[in-house]
């Protein structure tokens, strides 16, 4: 096995460890906060609906299926986003510098004898 593959697979195990560990302090962090309000192991409907939330994280054999059912519910939830509504935009009007631009160009392409009117600006 090549070293740079050893390493990888060692910050690999090490990042999985630690995922593990966090979920375990975290599940028994939502235990502890349940059994101070004394709720039972069956799954109950607390007082409060944080309690009621808790109560379902820690629960044995549904707090498994908590998260995706969480998520879920959050997705669903979620405000959709408006479509942009298709306007046509006004044309620029053209600043004072492009109006002499303009004519300048114009005075370029036409014969010599010929005048470009002009307006006051």
Same mark, same amino acid.
């Given at each position: 096995?090549?070293?740079? +593959?050893?390493?990888?697979? /060692?910050?690999? $195990?090490?990042?999985?460890?630690?995922?593990? #560990? *966090?979920?375990? %302090? @975290?599940?028994?962090?939502?235990?502890?906060?349940?059994?101070?309000?004394?709720?039972?192991?069956?799954?109950?409907?607390?007082?409060?609906?944080?309690?009621?939330?808790?109560?379902?994280?820690?629960?044995?054999?549904?707090? +498994?299926?908590?998260?995706? /059912?969480?998520? $879920?519910?959050?997705?669903?939830?979620?405000? #959709? *986003?408006?479509? %942009? @509504?298709?306007?046509?935009?006004?044309?620029?009007?053209?600043?004072?510098?492009?109006?002499?631009?303009?004519?300048?160009?114009?005075?370029?392409?036409?014969?010599?004898?010929?005048?470009?009117?002009?307006?006051?600006?």
């Amino acid at each position: 096995m090549s070293f740079a +593959k050893k390493h990888n697979k /060692r910050g690999l $195990k090490k990042m999985q460890d630690n995922d593990t #560990k *966090a979920m375990s %302090a @975290r599940a028994e962090a939502f235990k502890a906060l349940v059994k101070l309000k004394e709720v039972q192991k069956s799954l109950l409907t607390g007082s409060s609906c944080k309690l009621s939330h808790l109560s379902y994280i820690a629960h044995t054999k549904l707090g +498994k299926y908590a998260h995706a /059912r969480i998520v $879920k519910g959050l997705r669903l939830c979620r405000p #959709k *986003a408006k479509k %942009a @509504r298709l306007r046509p935009r006004p044309k620029p009007r053209p600043g004072p510098q492009l109006q002499l631009h303009l004519q300048f160009r114009l005075q370029l392409r036409l014969p010599k004898g010929v005048q470009v009117p002009t307006k006051a600006l």
